[in-house]
C-alpha cells in the first residue's frame, strides 16, 4: 500500500453512530443551515443512538459465542484426530448374523457415528457360539487401538461366563464398556388356543393341574428369552418344558402353530400377532408396563416379586484401548441418536435407545452377571 493511502487511514475523521455515509459533523461542519428546523434535523442525524450501541453490542456478542463455538468444533475435530491418528475406517463387530435385530441397530446407527467422528464405521458379522466368536476377536485378538469395537447384549457379557466352563474371553476384564445403547421390551406371550389363561394366576393354577409341564419355546440356550422363563419357572414353581430352537422365526412359528404353548417376546415380535388375536399377552417383564400395551400388568404387578428382565446391548473396546478414544465413541453414539428420525426408526422395532457414561455401563454389566449366574446355577443350565 503506498505511503498516501496509510495517511489517508490514519486521518480519516470517525464516521457517526448512525453509520450515515458522510463524516461526522465535527470533521466536517456544513454551512450553517437558513433555518433552525434543519439544523436540528442534521444533528439528529449525526447524533449517537443508544439503541445502535445495544445492537453493536449485541452483534459482538454473537461473534464472541460463534467463535467460542468454531473453536469448540475444532476441539473435538482435533480429539478425534488425535484418537484416530490414521484416517482408515473403523469396524463394528457384531457377533451375530446378518439380518437379525443387532445387526440392524449397527447399521441404523453407524453411519450417523461415522459422521460424527469423521470418518466410516464398517459392520462387520462375526456370528457363532453364542456371541463368543465375535466377542473374542474385539477382546483378546484384535489391538486396542480404537479401530475395532463391539457390540454386544446380555447374552455377550453377563451370560456367557456362566454358561460355558471355558470361554475365551472375560467380559470384564478384556472389555471397557463405552456406553448402554438400547434396552427392549420383553413380554409372555401364549397361544390361547393350546393355554387358554388371561394372566399369570391363571397359567400357575394351569402348570399346577399339568403334571407333564408346559412347553415354551427358546431361539437357543441362554437367550434373553430362555432364561427369562427358567427366571420365572424357578419364582413360581411351574414346570416348564423348554423347547430350543436354532433361531428364533421357527420359535415363533411353532408357537403360532400349538406346538408349545408360551414364550417371551420382544415387542416387535409379538405386536402383528397380538394384533392378529393369535397370540396373547399376559404379562410384561420389565420393571414397568410397556406404554404400547398399559393394559398388560407386569409380572410383578402379577405377584412375581422382584421379577424384572429385559434386553439389552451395548458398545464395548478391549481393555487398553485410550480413554480419548472411548469418550470419543460415546460422544458419537449421543449425536448418532439425537435425530428424531433414528428414534423413530429404531422405535418401530421395538428398541428403546439409551445412552449413557461407560461407569453406569459398567455397573450395570455386573449387576446382569450376577444376576444371570444365580439363575444358572439353580436351573443347572449348561450350553448345548
Known sequence: MSPGAHAVRRHSPKRCFNRCSRACCAAHPEPAPRHPARS??????????????DMTMQRRSLLR??????????????????????????KLIVPYPAGGGTDFFARVVSPGMGEALGTTIVVENRPGASGIIGATAVARQLPA??????????????????MFEKISYDPLKD???????????FMLVVNPNVLPVNNVQELV??????????????????????????LLARDTGM??????????????QDLLGGQIGLMFLDRATARPHLESGKLRAIAAAGARRIAA????????????????????????????????????????????????????????????????????????????????????????????
Open 40 to 53: 436540528h434535523a442534521i444533528a439528529s442525524r449525526c447524533r449517537p443512538d443508544p439503541r445502535q450501541g
Open 65 to 90: 459465542l460463534a467463535g467460542a463455538a468454531s473453536l469448540a468444533s475444532m476441539a473435538g475435530v482435533s480429539s478425534a484426530q488425535a484418537a484416530w491418528p490414521n484416517n482408515q475406517p473403523i
Open 145 to 162: 487401538d480404537g479401530y475395532t469395537f463391539l457390540l454386544g447384549d446380555m447374552t455377550t457379557y453377563a451370560v456367557n461366563p456362566s
Open 175 to 185: 472389555l471397557a464398556p463405552v456406553t448402554m445403547t438400547a434396552k427392549f421390551d
Open 205 to 230: 393354577a394351569l402348570a399346577a393341574r399339568t403334571p407333564a409341564g408346559i412347553s415354551y419355546g427358546s431361539p437357543s440356550v441362554g437367550t434373553t428369552h430362555h432364561l427369562a422363563t427358567e
Open 239 to 252: 414346570k416348564l418344558v423348554a423347547i430350543t430352537y436354532k433361531g428364533g422365526g421357527p420359535a415363533v
Open 293 to 384: 400395551y398399559p393394559d398388560v400388568p407386569t409380572l410383578a404387578e402379577s405377584g412375581i416379586k422382584g421379577f424384572e428382565v429385559e434386553g439389552w446391548q451395548g458398545f464395548t473396546v478391549r481393555t487398553g484401548t485410550p480413554q480419548p478414544v472411548i469418550a470419543a465413541l460415546n460422544a458419537a453414539y449421543a449425536k448418532a441418536i439425537a435425530p428424531a428420525e433414528i428414534r423413530r426408526k429404531l422405535g418401530e422395532a421395538g428398541i428403546d435407545t439409551v445412552g449413557g457414561p461407560p461407569e453406569q455401563f459398567t455397573a450395570y454389566i455386573q449387576s446382569e452377571t450376577t444376576k444371570w449366574r444365580t439363575v444358572i446355577q439353580s436351573r443347572g443350565i449348561k450350553a448345548e
